[in-house]
């Protein structure tokens, strides 16, 4: 079983829809979560952080997480054309004490 | 405020020669980490620096080092250069010791190995 897992995708929405983007976890000891985006060819940015039960808002960005079912999503509403782009999911924490990444999930939102 | 800075952008090199990739890091923060980003196996976790000590290792292979400064600033180094190396190697740094924040990365170094 992979550390964190995520579908690679790719997860096509249409512009203005909402994009909705899921991540597991196997690390019960996990501390913080982490959702970053990354363009083609450019690093991976840090977009939203959350460490405790339920949602977080950021703008147009929702991170919920569910340690109990070890289960961490990201919800992009309206979503646009500049939105497309691999988003990573990161656990930091548990035995490793390492910021361990999913694969990350393509996402292509049509115009 | 600068962020993380790595150098040089791109390198190509030849199997069997060794490389050193260099990271400084954003002021003020003194953990300094390393990944390999392939398309295949993705962001993999190198090794985790602060104050000069190396705290934290991945699995992979002893060609594979690395260091840091009393300035914070990183070097990785890979000897003994194998095709399978070819990778976009990022640097990320945080404020505090381990990545409980996150990390901010640079914008990598993309190396060839030919």
């Known amino acids: 079983q992979k550390e964190v897992e995520q579908n690679s995708g790719p997860l096509s929405v249409p512009e203005g829809a909402i994009a909705s983007l899921n991540c597991t976890y196997s690390d019960r000891g996990s501390q913080s979560f982490f959702w970053y985006r990354q363009y083609s060819g450019k690093s991976p940015e840090l977009i939203m952080s959350i460490y405790s039960n339920g949602d977080k808002e950021d703008g147009r960005f929702t991170a919920q997480l569910n340690k109990a079912s070890q289960y961490v999503s990201l919800l992009i509403r309206d979503s646009q054309p500049s939105d497309s782009a691999t988003y990573l999911c990161?656990?930091?924490?548990?035995?490793?004490?390492?910021?361990?990444f999913g694969t990350g999930t393509l996402l292509a939102v049509q115009p | 405020k600068a962020g993380v800075t790595q150098t040089p952008r791109y390198l190509i090199k030849t199997r069997g020669q060794q490389v050193t990739l260099s990271c400084s890091p954003i002021s003020g923060h003194r953990s300094v980490s390393w990944y390999q980003q392939t398309p295949g196996q993705g962001l993999q976790f190198l090794f985790e620096y602060f104050s000069e000590t190396q705290r934290n290792k991945g699995n992979f292979p002893g060609r594979f080092s690395g260091r840091q400064f009393s300035n914070s600033r990183s070097e990785m180094n890979v000897s003994t250069l194998e095709l399978g190396d070819s990778a976009l190697y990022l640097c990320a740094s945080s404020l505090e010791q381990q990545g409980f924040y996150g990390y901010t990365f640079g914008s990598g170094t993309r190396l060839t190995v030919v």
């Open positions: 990161a656990v930091y924490g548990g035995a490793t004490n390492k910021l361990i």
